[in-house]
Every structure is written in structure tokens, then in C-alpha cells.
């Protein structure tokens, strides 16, 4: 069983930063590849990065390419995702999500069992 609880969103304006955290319970949980998605209000869920277990392999959503960044230490067992040049469009809840699979980048919702609660981002104007 692992357990996500996400840190780090909150109220930030356009062109700024934020950096949320998802600690992990568990020993295995660097053995799984993990992901953040994100939802906002009226639209579906979406995937906006996922890592590798070991975290030499990344996956960007094409709307966050070049301003977000995931990482993950495993000696913490925490994963991030450093959010730059923020717009109104990147407001959402966030979601840190991990699989089961050992190996890979996983970029699909059915792919991941554990989730966090999530932490509102609102970037505005």
C-alpha cells in the first residue's frame, strides 16, 4: 500500500513559479513509475508529467513542455513538479499519482493506482 499526500500549491500570478511536493509512504514506492495530473473545473482529467522510477525517463503534457519539471528522490520518497512562467490556464487541482508497473514512463489514468487528495494551483491574471 502506498499512501500520496501533495504540498506546494496555492495563489500565485502569471509569469510566476510554485513547486509541489508528493511525499509517498512505503518502501517500494521507488520502484514505481510515478505521474501528476491535474483537473479543472469543466474539463476532464490530464496528465501533466510522469517519471521512471529511477527518474532518467519523463513525459511532458505538449501544453507544459519547456516550463514544468519533474523529479523525483527517492532516498525521500517524494516527487515534484517545478511549475514556471505559470498562465491562468494552469489553474487546477493537482493530483500525484503512482503505479504498480516497475518499469517505464506510464502516461495513461488507468495505469495508476495511488493518488493523492490533491492541492489547488490558481494562477492569476
Known amino acids: 500500500q502506498v499512501q500520496l499526500v501533495e504540498s506546494g500549491g496555492g495563489l500565485v500570478q502569471a509569469g510566476g513559479s510554485l513547486r509541489l511536493s508528493c511525499a509517498a509512504s512505503?518502501?517500494?514506492?521507488?520502484?514505481?513509475?510515478a505521474g501528476w495530473f491535474r483537473q479543472a473545473p469543466e474539463k476532464e482529467h490530464e496528465l501533466v508529467a510522469a517519471?521512471?522510477?529511477?527518474?532518467?525517463?519523463?513525459n511532458y503534457a505538449d501544453s507544459v513542455k519547456g516550463r514544468f519539471t519533474i523529479s523525483r528522490d527517492n532516498a525521500k520518497n517524494t516527487v515534484y513538479l517545478q511549475m514556471n512562467s505559470l498562465k491562468p490556464e494552469d489553474t487546477a487541482v493537482y493530483y500525484c499519482?503512482?503505479?504498480?508497473?516497475?518499469?517505464?514512463?506510464?502516461?495513461?489514468?488507468?495505469?495508476?493506482?495511488?493518488w493523492g487528495q490533491g492541492t489547488q494551483v490558481t494562477v492569476s491574471s
Open positions: 499519482a503512482a503505479s504498480q508497473a516497475l518499469v517505464g514512463v506510464i502516461t495513461e489514468e488507468y495505469g495508476y493506482r495511488y
Open positions: 512505503g518502501r517500494t514506492f521507488s520502484r514505481y513509475p
Open positions: 517519471i521512471s522510477p529511477s527518474g532518467g525517463s519523463t
